[in-house]
């Protein structure tokens, strides 16, 4: 606790703890005692919107320190949001693998005249990184089979179709 007197007193412009010193012997139990040489004066201090004006001769309102339920409620707070960032960055490091791998993959084409076709891709994207491979069969010259398959470093996506080719 009084480690964290020095603290707010730090905060409150004492430059050190001799300058200001708190005592255990309230008078009010809902104020802490600081002995000061340096007191504000009432009605001298104007604080800002939010903030606070406090009258050394008088101490420090207990209201002004935070609680143990509030500081364990923030702590809460925090950790969820930790939790939340956590797999956020996942999903974007997943949503960022699967684009690479969606931008590697392709249909591989047979030339004129071949039956057979293989086709090997890699591509990145922001970090994220996939490979694919594409087989195609062309059993006649308007009628192709299409297999794709891409890997990234935690997942996979397969694909295929049939391509019709007429006049």
Do not use: K, W
Request: with cysteine.
């Amino acid at each position: 606790m009084l480690r964290y007197v020095v603290l707010c007193l730090a905060v409150l412009g004492f430059s050190s703890a001799a300058e200001a010193q708190a005592t255990t012997n309230l008078t009010d139990p809902l104020y802490l005692a600081v002995l000061t040489n340096n007191p504000v004066a009432p009605g001298a201090c104007n604080p800002a919107p939010g903030g606070y004006c406090l009258n050394l001769l008088e101490g420090i309102p207990l209201s002004y320190f935070e609680t143990a339920a509030s500081a364990n409620a923030v702590s809460q707070v925090n950790n969820a949001f930790n939790a939340l960032n956590g797999e956020i960055n996942a999903m974007n490091m997943r949503v960022l693998q699967l684009a690479a791998i969606s931008a590697s993959m392709g249909d591989a084409i047979p030339s004129p005249g071949d039956r057979f076709a293989l086709r090997l891709n890699v591509a990145g994207f922001e970090g994220g990184t996939g490979g694919s491979l594409g087989f195609s069969y062309a059993p006649t010259s308007s009628l192709r089979f299409s297999l794709n398959y891409g890997q990234g470093s935690a997942m996979s996506v397969v694909s295929g179709g049939v391509n019709l080719s007429f006049h």
